[in-house]
């Protein structure tokens, strides 16, 4: 059973940046996609990023193309999420998530983004 734990939430300004963590308890070689969600106040939790184990990406959202940046370490089982030019719409808790190819998933408890002047 894989635990997921993210790090680097917080607060930050309209235009600032953040960059978020997500540490795995053991290897991630078993984890074909890995993934970041988030989910807005009174939303549903969407897909915004994710990328497999070869370092394909994919962003979900057109709203964070071209300021959020997905990527995977896989020697030091750690998945990031590099926030740029953060918008108050980015506001939100983000979530984790890795999906094995037998189709066993996991999720971190999340971390609060919140982008306000």
């Known amino acids: 059973q894989v635990q997921l734990v993210e790090s680097g939430g917080g607060l930050v300004q309209p235009g600032g940046s953040l960059r978020l963590s997500c540490t795995a308890s053991?290897?991630?070689?078993?984890?074909?996609?890995m993934a970041w969600y988030r989910q807005a106040p009174g939303k549903e939790r969407e897909l915004v990023a994710s990328v497999t184990i070869g370092g394909i990406t994919s962003y979900k959202q057109s709203s964070v193309k071209g300021r959020f940046t997905i990527s995977r370490d896989n020697a030091k089982n750690t998945l990031s999420l590099q926030m740029n030019s953060l918008k108050p719409e980015d506001t939100g808790v983000y979530y984790c998530?890795?999906?094995?190819?037998?189709?066993?998933?996991?999720w971190g408890q999340g971390t609060q983004v919140t982008v306000s002047s």
């Open positions: 053991q290897s991630m070689s078993s984890i074909y996609r």
């Open positions: 998530h890795g999906v094995e190819a037998a189709g066993e998933e996991y």
